[in-house]
């Protein structure tokens, strides 16, 4: 096959596109190859096939391939690159189930097939971070450091700092959920009543270069949320950092008649 080897395409690849009339071509295009994506047929890391090669597969223009790649990088499988082939970043949509935080079900959804490997748990000092919990500066904080990892492969870096009235109750093999909230709920019978995310981008820290294998100078999606329990207290406040190219968060807005 021309401009392409018999490696660019793995057994569980069809040959041919599904005969659906009403569906575009870009459109079958692009479900064949999130299929195969999600079913792990290439590995988060691995590149896919040219879009000549993929165009010879399927029998259709280089066109219609570089559209349903379009659409394969905009809900987050894929990262496309000039003059290069596509690289998969992740089995899993993003912006949907992985990024969709509506409610607060949808928070536990976007990060419950992550996977949490926890780097210290100590105190330091975060002046800011005290602020915002509503104690003074120069207050030891219990702070939790972790990378959260999908398919093997680290997609972010967590640091979550609990109130002190939390923090001095809770110990290091107490957090074997990757939903750290729940810990709260189980191990001290912490009910959540409010969470506030804000949202903000960055480039790349050495920390980030190190620990979640990113080149200088990358983007970075970074978050905080602020959980509060009762009373509207706050009792835990958790800053994350995603490659910008492998997260995206989706809200709503509920717009009503004034």
Do not use: N
């Not at 190859?33 to 896919?48: C, F, H, K, Q, Y």
């Not at 029998?59 to 905009?74: E, F, G, N, P, W």
């Not at 935080?101 to 105190?123: F, G, H, M, N, P």
Request: glycine content about 6%.
């Amino acid at each position: 096959m021309s401009g392409s080897r018999r490696s660019d395409f793995p057994a569980a690849l069809p040959r041919s596109l599904p005969s659906r009339r009403d569906t575009a071509l870009y459109r079958r295009v692009f479900e064949v190859l999130r299929r195969t994506i999600a079913e792990g047929v290439w590995a988060p890391g691995a590149s896919l096939p040219s879009e000549a090669a993929l165009g010879t597969r399927f029998k259709v223009s280089r066109i219609t391939i570089r559209q349903a790649l379009q659409l394969l990088q905009i809900e987050g499988y894929i990262r496309t690159q000039r003059a290069r082939r596509a690289i998969v970043l992740s089995r899993h949509p993003l912006g949907q189930s992985s990024g969709k935080v509506d409610t607060i079900d949808e928070l536990i959804q976007a990060a419950s097939d992550a996977q949490l490997k926890i780097r210290s748990w100590r105190s330091e000092l975060a002046p800011e971070v005290a602020q915002v919990l509503g104690v003074p500066p120069g207050t030891d904080l219990r702070c939790l450091r972790s990378l959260l990892s999908r398919d093997g492969r680290p997609v972010a870096r967590s640091i979550i700092y609990f109130h002190p009235s939390i923090g001095e109750r809770l110990r290091r093999q107490d957090f074997d959920d990757v939903i750290v909230f729940r810990v709260l709920r189980r191990e001290l019978g912490v009910q959540l009543v409010d969470v506030k995310m804000t949202v903000w981008a960055e480039l790349a820290e050495s920390d980030d270069v190190a620990q979640l294998g990113c080149k200088p100078g990358t983007a970075m999606l970074c978050t905080r949320l602020v959980y509060r329990g009762a009373q509207g207290l706050p009792v835990e406040v958790a800053l994350t950092r995603f490659p910008a190219a492998l997260h995206r968060v989706t809200y709503s807005v509920d717009v009503q008649a004034g």
